[in-house]
């Protein structure tokens, strides 16, 4: 919007927000201006499925400029991945900002970005929302999603002897906070690429539609959390055990920050931050569902299957697999701090 960088929101206030900034972003949408979103008109054939989250201060904020378009882009994204983790098709939306009255109306202006570009990539929009002012930002969102009724996606439904899937391309985040950090070095496109892919992390909807539709997989659950706590939690919810591997495959350029750094694939695998899926499938399954996907473009790689006890082991050698977590109301919550501390949490200290 020309003429209006210097502008805040508390200069514009509620109407002239909803005059200069919403109508003409989102005055074509049906329903906005009413009390209430509309998504879809929803055939009796069709189940609708919703989620909640909010998003926290990006890494990648950290890492550079705290630009707004990140947390946008990471506030859809967030709960997109939810609605890939139930195989739904997503219908829209309602997005809740809480922004200090000082916010510019460029500031404001780049969060929207965020959110309807990565909207966008997805195939679905913005149906509605409020805004407020407050001390904090705080940012949330209810995506709403349609399956088709005895199709969608749990995370019960496991059994001993099934496979795990890593659906997507891990260690994005994470090397790309090993070099802005300084740590390691890649030539700029190869930079360029992961930061990107930091950025503009992607919910992997295809793979979740395609998998629900074709009834090929018996349970999902999305790694918001880290590997370990995703795998956990499947363990819990279906009373199995796990054994993983420890030979995972990253994407070349990630491969490369694991190994200047000293660290194995699986320890970027296992990190938080990069929105896949793990999903389970029968045995004789796998290698299907893992052709089929690449087809599509998405990546999948088998990593490991659910044993009949309980415990959850790693490597060749089955030792006990107690990996990193990012578990909200616990010491390893995230809570942003210095480069340096929390590549240390998450990655640990490099070989000598």
């Known amino acids: ?131 407020r002012d407050g001390e904090v ?71 979740g539609q395609m998998l629900a539709a074709t009834g090929l997989a018996r349970a999902a659950m999305d790694v918001s959390d880290g590997l370990f706590a995703t795998i956990r939690t499947l363990c819990e919810v279906n009373g199995l055990g796990a054994a993983v591997t420890e030979d995972f495959e990253l994407d070349a350029p990630v491969a490369e920050v694991a190994g200047q750094y000293g660290l194995r694939p699986f320890d970027l695998a296992q990190t938080w931050g990069d929105w896949g899926l793990v999903v389970v499938t029968r045995a004789e399954d796998a290698r299907l569902v893992m052709k089929t996907l690449r087809v599509e473009g998405v990546a999948a790689q088998e990593i490991g299957t659910f044993t009949a006890g309980g415990s959850i082991t790693a490597g060749a050698e089955n030792a006990t697999w107690q990996g990193i977590a990012q578990e909200r109301f616990s010491a390893s919550s995230w809570h942003g701090g210095t480069p340096a501390a929390w590549i240390t949490d998450v990655l640990g200290v490099p070989p000598s």
């Open 1 to 131: 919007m020309s003429g209006t960088t210097e502008l805040s929101l508390g200069d514009l206030g509620e109407r002239g927000i909803q005059q200069r900034v919403l109508q003409p972003r989102y005055g074509g949408t049906e329903g906005f201006g009413d009390d209430s979103a509309l998504l879809a008109t929803v055939e009796a054939q069709s189940e609708l499925v919703a989620t909640t989250d909010s998003c926290p201060t990006p890494v990648v904020n950290l890492l550079s400029e705290p630009d707004l378009y990140h947390a946008g882009w990471l506030l859809a994204t967030i709960n997109l991945s939810d609605l890939a983790a139930a195989g739904a098709t997503p219908l829209g939306l309602v997005v809740n900002y809480t922004l200090p009255k000082a916010t510019t109306v460029r500031e404001f202006e780049r969060l929207l970005d965020g959110v309807d570009d990565c909207c966008a990539a997805h195939g679905t929009k913005v149906a509605g929302g409020d805004i």
């Open 137 to 207: 930002v705080q940012l949330t969102a209810t995506a709403i999603g349609r399956c088709t009724p005895g199709t969608r996606l749990r995370r019960s439904g496991a059994r001993a002897g099934d496979s795990l899937l890593l659906v997507g391309s891990p260690g994005y985040l994470w090397a790309a906070a090993l070099l802005a950090t300084g740590r390691v070095s890649l030539p700029v496109p190869a930079q360029d690429e992961i930061w990107q892919r930091a950025c503009r992390p992607t919910a992997q909807l295809k793979a």
